[in-house]
């Protein structure tokens, strides 16, 4: 660990296991001119072997110590050095056609992938280890108990490839949850149907907000039984149930103005 002690607060916990982070650097694949941005690098696990992989790193690191560490072990012409949190940080401000990579804390890895998902635009790809709880919820197919919100806002906008399983021990200190590798690439504006992305999200937002409720329940005072009939849609579907096209389509149809 070289003196550093991980951070409860900034949930660090930092990858160790060589034969993961090769799994990682190969997946990810990077070219020498990539615009490859590491968040939160930590020690250094991955940021090591990207950095053999390209001709400059981008890095978004909130932890004062390690950020330290980086500008002593790597020239600026080589790294460049974000601080801050990457809640707040404005990645388009790097750049464009952006493959993220990083091994997010956990604590803060749902607002931070809603926070990325605003920056589809300027990106490429993301790549990162999570906890595979959370992996689990990405990928989620209509029907399974962990698809909810976080499913439908992700796989609207990203193609999501759940990797590489990453067991505790391959981390200092250990977690104590099992972790993943999880890939997501930016759909095609031709693929992003809906009308209003606001429209969208509020009713998905609150067509989960009890999600063991029918949707005509949770959804009363915003789609009447009659506008469900208009769409095809059974309003005692659970919101589980639904698929991310017939979600689109609720807020399409609702986003025209039509009487709920």
């Given at each position: 660990?070289?003196?550093?002690?991980?951070?409860?607060?900034?949930?660090?916990?930092?990858?160790?296991?060589?034969?993961?982070i090769a799994a990682i650097?190969?997946?990810?694949?990077?070219?020498?001119?990539?615009?490859?941005?590491?968040?939160?690098?930590?020690?250094?696990?991955?940021?090591?072997?990207?950095?053999?992989?390209?001709?400059?790193?981008?890095?978004?690191?909130i932890d004062r110590d390690?950020?330290?560490?980086?500008?002593?072990?790597?020239?600026?012409?080589?790294?460049?050095?974000?601080?801050?949190?990457?809640?707040?940080?404005?990645?388009?401000?790097?750049?464009?056609?952006?493959?993220?990579?990083?091994?997010?804390?956990?604590?803060?890895?749902?607002?931070?992938?809603?926070?990325?998902?605003?920056?589809?635009?300027?990106?490429?790809?993301?790549?990162?280890?999570?906890?595979?709880?959370?992996?689990?919820?990405?990928?989620?197919?209509?029907?399974?108990?962990?698809?909810?919100?976080?499913?439908?806002?992700?796989?609207?906008?990203?193609?999501?490839?759940?990797?590489?399983?990453?067991?505790?021990?391959?981390?200092?200190?250990?977690?104590?949850?099992?972790?993943?590798?999880?890939?997501?690439?930016?759909?095609p504006a031709s693929e992003?149907?809906?009308?209003?992305?606001?429209?969208?999200?509020?009713?998905?937002?609150?067509?989960?907000?009890?999600?063991?409720?029918?949707?005509?329940?949770?959804?009363?005072?915003?789609?009447?039984?009659?506008?469900?009939?208009?769409?095809?849609?059974?309003?005692?579907?659970?919101?589980?149930?639904?698929?991310?096209?017939?979600?689109?389509?609720?807020?399409?149809?609702?986003?025209?103005?039509?009487?709920?």
């Amino acid at each position: 660990m070289k003196g550093h002690v991980a951070r409860k607060r900034f949930g660090q916990n930092f990858l160790v296991d060589h034969g993961v982070i090769a799994a990682i650097v190969s997946a990810i694949n990077p070219k020498r001119d990539d615009v490859v941005v590491e968040i939160g690098p930590g020690l250094g696990a991955i940021t090591e072997p990207l950095m053999q992989r390209v001709d400059h790193l981008h890095v978004v690191e909130i932890d004062r110590d390690l950020i330290a560490r980086l500008k002593k072990q790597h020239p600026p012409e080589r790294m460049t050095i974000h601080e801050g949190d990457a809640l707040a940080f404005d990645f388009a401000s790097i750049g464009k056609n952006l493959r993220l990579v990083g091994n997010l804390p956990y604590n803060i890895s749902t607002p931070l992938l809603f926070h990325l998902a605003d920056y589809v635009d300027v990106l490429h790809d993301m790549h990162f280890m999570l906890q595979k709880e959370v992996v689990e919820r990405m990928v989620a197919e209509p029907g399974n108990a962990d698809f909810g919100r976080m499913s439908v806002m992700l796989q609207y906008r990203f193609y999501l490839e759940w990797l590489i399983d990453v067991p505790p021990e391959s981390f200092d200190p250990p977690p104590k949850v099992q972790s993943a590798v999880v890939r997501l690439i930016p759909k095609p504006a031709s693929e992003l149907t809906a009308k209003s992305l606001e429209k969208l999200s509020q009713v998905v937002l609150t067509a989960f907000s009890q999600r063991r409720k029918m949707l005509r329940n949770t959804m009363k005072g915003m789609l009447s039984d009659a506008g469900f009939a208009e769409l095809g849609i059974a309003p005692t579907l659970r919101p589980e149930d639904v698929s991310v096209e017939d979600y689109v389509r609720i807020a399409n149809y609702l986003s025209t103005g039509a009487q709920p």
